[in-house]
């Protein structure tokens, strides 16, 4: 009984050794040395508003009322009253305008005002000149905000995250997800994105400098970034489980053992 025991030993300790990871396989970019030259990245993607998007439009005026006309706040104060308006997701989606399916967005007074297949800077000169029609003082802006996505896996702190720059990196999601894990499989991260002609699928290995070439290295609004376990995950798992079945096997033999003397 005692080879027994020795035995069991030693197979936990070869277990625990073969499933030590290694850092390689947790550093990002590995063989980025020096600069990469500025034709080979890839460029952040415009973004095409389409339906069911939520915009942010503001018209400033001097006239007070035609100011207070767009804006569904009371307060006096500008930085005040938008920030009531849009500081929370919910305060986004009950005051934006929402792009029905018709690729339309319905401004007071205005009307409906095409938007769909645009870009942001597009989409605030169409709106710009439906305004100057009614208004010709005003001055407009106009901000996606449903540029979110969602980061799932092996990361520190999974959800949904709002942008509110211009673009977003995988980079950037991972840094506002807190990082990956000691578990995460950084060499095939998936991000799927819906088109509209579809879904669509990207594999980035995020070990080589090459990532930074892949069409999924800009997020686009509701891209999911998705960070698979490593296969150490599941071996520490099962490992943990056969050292435990182990340990009380080897309980019983000692006390067994020590009954029998």
Do not use: W
Request: hydrophobic share 40%; glycine share 6%; charged share 20%.
């Amino acid at each position: 009984m005692r080879k027994f025991f020795l035995l069991g030993v030693v197979i936990i300790l070869a277990l625990n050794f073969i499933s030590c990871r290694s850092t390689k396989n947790m550093k990002y970019l590995q063989d980025l040395y020096g600069e990469m030259k500025q034709e080979k990245l890839v460029q952040a993607p415009e973004y095409l508003i389409r339906a069911d998007d939520n915009l942010f439009v503001d018209v400033q005026s001097m006239n007070q009322e035609v100011t207070q006309l767009f804006s569904t706040s009371k307060s006096g104060g500008y930085n005040g009253g938008t920030q009531s308006e849009y500081g929370q997701v919910s305060s986004q989606y009950l005051n934006g305008y929402q792009v029905n399916h018709k690729g339309m967005i319905l401004l007071p007074v205005i009307g409906e005002v095409n938007v769909a297949g645009m870009t942001e800077e597009s989409a605030r000169d169409s709106v710009q000149r439906r305004v100057g029609e009614y208004f010709k003082d005003a001055n407009v802006k106009v901000k996606i905000l449903t540029y979110k996505v969602t980061v799932l896996g092996e990361v520190r702190n999974p959800g949904v995250y709002y942008n509110y720059n211009k673009s977003m990196t995988i980079l950037d999601a991972l840094g506002l997800a807190g990082g990956t894990t000691e578990f995460a499989s950084i060499k095939k991260v998936l991000v799927l994105r819906t088109t509209a002609v579809g879904s669509k699928s990207y594999r980035v290995d995020m070990t080589k400098k090459n990532m930074m070439t892949s069409e999924a290295y800009y997020l686009l609004p509701n891209d999911v970034l998705y960070i698979e376990p490593d296969i150490y995950k599941n071996n520490t798992i099962n490992n943990t489980k056969f050292s435990l079945a182990l340990a009380a096997l080897s309980t019983t033999i000692l006390i067994l053992s020590y009954i029998n003397k």
